[in-house]
């Protein structure tokens, strides 16, 4: 059963904030909460996409499965973000595994339903190529990382976008485990653990689950910095 808070979360997701209210306390009203175990299955790829999802708590991935066997990290979801509307509103199946990496709630939107109300409303049309706009921009940034940053900047970014602050030092704590960031940064889990230690370099000693990073602006100077000029360093 949905509650106040939850309402709120989700209102607050770029696919429901720019409605008007009419609209989104429609398609809120007939949302359903559910609830998943750390590894359990939210979707399998190739299923039919019956439901557009919002992260209430917890964390979840979406990956592929290469013909290696090896997992392919697409994109990591938490609190107040959403995933699935498009494929679920071009009545084409999911083309990603949805998996739980914590214990999650998520609000389950039926696609049918949010269908009808985008054909009342242009306003949803609208909200739903935000999210896919976003989940693009993001998966941009992604590959722009990929190619134009090592494997330690690539982990820096990710300490300084769960820092929390904007300088001085602080402590970040993993939000899940070392192999899904791995994954997620694209790298194996034997390469994120080198870039971890280039990391000291710029003030950062992370043990078990915590990073303490000694300056955020340090930090943040040395992941802006160019590529070419950390290889030449470490020559």
């Not at 699935?84 to 939107?109: D, F, G, H, K, Q």
């Amino acid at each position: 059963m949905l509650t106040e808070e939850d309402m709120s979360v989700a209102s607050q997701t770029v696919l429901l904030k720019a409605l008007p209210e009419a609209l989104r306390r429609d398609v809120l009203e007939h949302a359903a909460v559910r609830l998943f175990g750390r590894g359990e299955t939210v979707f399998l790829q190739g299923e039919p996409a019956r439901h557009v999802y919002i992260v209430l708590s917890g964390w979840i991935k979406l990956f592929r499965i290469a013909r290696n066997g090896a997992e392919a990290v697409v994109n990591v979801f938490t609190r107040q973000q959403s995933f699935a509307e498009a494929v679920a509103l071009s009545a084409e199946p999911y083309p990603v595994n949805a998996e739980a990496v914590t214990c999650c709630r998520l609000m389950a939107i039926d696609a049918h339903r949010f269908t009808a109300t985008m054909r009342a409303g242009p306003e949803v049309c609208l909200a739903v190529l935000a999210a896919t706009l976003e989940h693009l921009h993001d998966l941009m940034r992604q590959v722009e990382q990929l190619k134009a940053r090592t494997g330690a900047q690539r982990m820096g970014d990710f300490l300084l976008q769960h820092a929390g602050v904007t300088s001085g030092p602080c402590t970040v704590t993993l939000p899940y485990d070392k192999s899904l960031i791995a994954g997620r940064l694209g790298m194996k889990p034997e390469s994120l653990s080198r870039a971890i230690n280039r990391l000291r370099e710029a003030g950062v000693s992370v043990r078990q689950n915590d990073a303490a990073i000694a300056d955020v602006e340090r930090l943040r100077a040395f992941v802006e910095q160019n590529r070419a000029e950390l290889w030449q360093k470490a020559q």
